[in-house]
């Protein structure tokens, strides 16, 4: 059975940083294009950053040059490294595939940016 399990979130401060990582088991992602999701209170989960299969990132333009994706193949790990975080980037974090799998969602790991 394939699980995503999130970890690294927490209360920073404004101007903060945090690491999120997202351990896959159960199955092998390294051909899969991977995402990080977040959805706060009343919004639509939104996809924040993405990494292809070739390395390639993309992000949504309100993280570009604050946030970075990355993904540890031999480890079936993913990352995201959020610098610079600002009150609006309080949410719910996920990743999942890119396009998403509704199996693969998992709890999620909370980020709340708050002084």
């Known amino acids: 059975q394939v699980q995503l399990v999130e970890s690294g979130g927490g209360l920073v401060q404004p101007g903060g940083s945090l690491r999120l990582s997202c351990a896959a088991s159960?199955?092998?992602?390294?051909?899969?294009?991977m995402g990080w999701y977040r959805q706060s209170p009343g919004k639509q989960r939104e996809l924040v950053a993405v990494?292809?299969?070739?390395?390639?990132?993309n992000y949504v333009d309100s993280v570009k040059g604050r946030f970075t994706i990355s993904r540890n193949r031999a480890e079936n790990t993913v990352f995201l490294q959020m610098n610079s975080l600002k009150p609006e980037d309080t949410a719910v974090y996920y990743c999942?595939?890119?396009?998403?799998?509704?199996?693969?969602w998992g709890q999620g790991t909370q980020v709340t940016v708050s002084l």
């Open positions: 159960g199955g092998i992602f390294r051909g899969y294009d």
């Open positions: 990494i292809r299969s070739s390395g390639r990132t």
């Open positions: 999942n595939t890119d396009p998403w799998t509704a199996s693969y």
